[in-house]
């Protein structure tokens, strides 16, 4: 087997200032990039620090004791996140999810959901306010994060079998404690509440069918993710994606199923339900369908770098315009500015693409930009 090389490289410098344009870009609520996709959907990076070492996400070679995560002060406080997220609303986001790295390890994160539950978009709707987790602190954790105002949680769970997911973790977690946050979450009211396993060619695909088992009928909509070529220290390969097709096709043998009308429009998951109509399964086929046409997120680092791509190379940064004391005006147009500028689509062009491009060399983290 070829010898795996991990490219060091710090994406987290690359961002560069913000721009403030000569012409005030206004929030209306109706923002369009440059190909006409609107914006939507926040995520928000609350840490770029994790209790798990996932080897598709923060490989323990590269994520050891000697990695430096970005010092405290360098983080958005929430104060900060709220400022920002509100102009984000005001230019037409009704969706927030918070992310990380684990998000449930960033101290106090209820006083930012408690914030942010307050916001509004231009019509007076509150947001949908979102969080995904490893669900390792969630029994804990589930009820105050309900009370501070969080609506709902996606959980990230790669199998049931223990053995397979403490391999996964890296960091020999039992799956029972991740059942078990599921479950407090469910009986917090946090749902309706999704799922989400990736699955890894000779890692976890065996858990497919014992996973879609478990989960159905259950209220919770398990989502298959197809392993993706983010970041630059997972070593992917094209051949460790199990394509979303060959997913379904494993289930419908045991289990038929019907496809469903997608819930709305940029949605990233294809829906399929069971035909005997206890409950539905979503794939999100990012390799093998981009779904880049609809996309409508934008990603803010830990640090307040806005991307607007999972495989941008370059963040925009908003955390010096902030603290050089700009007007919620500037800030505003700023952030109009870059998403009337965004171009991405990389995942409709990454077959297209020369191996170079595609090896991620120079692409940001997953753990920092969050998923
Ligand atoms: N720590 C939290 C968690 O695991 O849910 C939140 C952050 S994690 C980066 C967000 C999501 O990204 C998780 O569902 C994870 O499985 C997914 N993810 C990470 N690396 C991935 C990869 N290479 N391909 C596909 N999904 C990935
Ligand atoms: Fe941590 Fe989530 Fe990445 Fe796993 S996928 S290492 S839990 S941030
Ligand atoms: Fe959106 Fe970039 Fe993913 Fe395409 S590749 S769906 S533009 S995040």
């Not at 560069?16 to 990039?33: E, F, M, Y």
């Not at 940064?317 to 603290?323: A, F, N």
Request: aromatic letters at 6%.
């Amino acid at each position: 087997m070829a010898e795996r090389v991990i490219p060091l490289v710090d994406q987290r410098a690359a961002a560069r200032a913000a721009t403030v344009p000569a012409h005030a870009i206004a929030p209306s609520g109706l923002l369009a990039d440059a190909l006409g996709r609107p914006l939507r959907d926040l995520r928000i990076s609350v840490t770029d620090r994790c209790n798990f070492r996932c080897s598709y996400c923060m490989p323990k070679e590269v994520f050891d004791k000697d990695y430096t995560y970005l010092p405290h002060g360098d983080l958005l406080t929430f104060e900060e996140i709220t400022r920002v997220a509100r102009l984000f609303v005001a230019h037409g986001v009704h969706k927030v999810r918070l992310t990380g790295g684990e998000p449930l390890l960033r101290k106090n994160i209820e006083i930012l959901i408690a914030q942010l539950a307050q916001l509004r978009t231009p019509d007076g709707t509150p947001l949908d306010l979102t969080l995904t987790t490893n669900g390792s602190l969630l029994a804990r954790k589930a009820k105050a994060l309900k009370a501070a105002g969080l609506h709902r949680v996606t959980v990230s769970l790669d199998g049931l079998d223990d053995a397979v997911f403490r391999r996964m973790n890296d960091v020999d977690f039992p799956v029972a404690e991740v059942l078990a946050g599921i479950d407090a979450a469910r009986e917090a009211g946090l749902g309706p509440i999704k799922v989400n396993m990736v699955v890894k060619r000779g890692t976890n695909e065996h858990e497919i069918l014992p996973m879609a088992r478990h989960f159905k009928g259950s209220g919770i909509v398990l989502r298959f993710i197809e392993y993706m070529d983010v970041g630059a220290t997972n070593g992917w390969r094209m051949d460790e994606v199990v394509p979303s097709a060959e997913v379904i096709e494993t289930i419908r043998r045991e289990l038929p199923l019907v496809p469903l009308e997608a819930a709305a429009p940029g949605e990233t998951a294809q829906r399929w339900g069971y035909a005997d109509g206890k409950g539905e399964i979503g794939v999100i086929s990012s390799v093998t369908q981009a779904f880049c046409g609809d996309c409508n997120r934008a990603r803010l680092s830990t640090e307040g770098q806005v991307y607007t791509c999972l495989f941008a190379t370059q963040g925009h940064d908003l955390r010096s315009l902030i603290r050089g004391g700009a007007s919620d005006a500037d800030i505003a147009s700023a952030i109009g500015h870059v998403w009337q500028g965004r171009e991405d689509r990389y995942s409709q062009l990454r077959a297209s693409l020369p191996p170079d491009a595609r090896a991620g060399q120079r692409r940001v983290e997953m753990s920092y930009i969050g998923g």
